[in-house]
């Protein structure tokens, strides 16, 4: 069974679910069975159209998620029945109960974690864990400074820069349950949380009393609040754009430019791994790290709602939501 999406309007382009017949495994190929796959904004963005990678239609929708092996072709030597296993690439189409592809398609995943952390791990931890480790050379009591820091990847950067050592400011918009929002983000290791108006009406003179100034920014939200991060960069930091929930342009100072030497810079973990996908030694590495994490309880699954697959229309519905829990399907 699968959740395919045609060219509609997005309330009813997953309406549809469809039985379809596997084809039978080849000398390379592996039989999946899906386990659980997340409904995360960017597999909306790919249906509304507006993500770069676009799937012909009909197409099964979905683009992370974990599987078990169930039967192996001949000559399949990394794989065996049993294993956990991810799609690599963006596009795959995890929300579907079972799939025939290539073994150099998938990528094995360690089975003690858990099914919720292997389902939801490839896309937003890998995404924070690269932004850390790619952009700027950051030792213990270094300052990374990030908008959307409720979401999954700013929770995410949250918990892997307190394991490495860094220390985070981390601006949220003004909500009515700003106080819960607060208490939540720093019990997964936040050191400082601010709203923007806060950091507009104040700044963050006090907070750079106590750590250094940030080299490492990171922007999803852009507009003013991209600006924000931006302003408040040390000399030759660095700002790394993974996102653009505000849909609006940078508001940039140009004296950040000329007097402070700060770079911008754009990341988008598909092209990562696109790039690495050849050799896969530095994908195997970032996930091991990113579930040595997650063993030593330095990192944590989302918080969740599971979503038996039949019901998945309001997984979907609730996806498209501001502030509602990341929904899995559960095949």
Known sequence: EAASSSPSSVNSKLNKMEQLLLPPIGDRSVRLHMLAAPVNPADMNMIQGSYPVLCPLPAVGGNEGVAEVIEVGSDVTSLRPGDWVMPIDAGFGTWRTGAVCEEDELISVPKDISLLGAATIFVNPCTAYRMLH?????TPGCTVIQNASNSAVGQAVIQIAAALGLKTINIIRDRPNCAE???????????????????????????????????????????????????????????????????????????SFIFHNVTLKGFWLTQWKRKHKEDKAQLKAMLNAVCDLMRGGQLSAPHCVQTPFHQYTHALQATVQSHSRKHVLIM
């Open 134 to 138: 790619d952009f700027q050379t950051l």
């Open 181 to 255: 929002l607060i208490d939540e983000l720093q019990s997964l290791g936040a050191d400082y949380v601010v709203t923007e108006e806060e950091v507009m009406s104040t700044g963050l003179h006090r907070v750079f009393e106590e750590v250094p100034k940030p080299k490492l920014g990171l922007n999803c939200v852009g507009g003013l609040s991209g600006g924000i991060v931006f302003s408040n960069l040390d000399y030759g930091g660095t700002m790394v754009t993974y996102g653009g929930m505000a849909k609006r342009p940078l508001q940039i100072p140009a004296k």
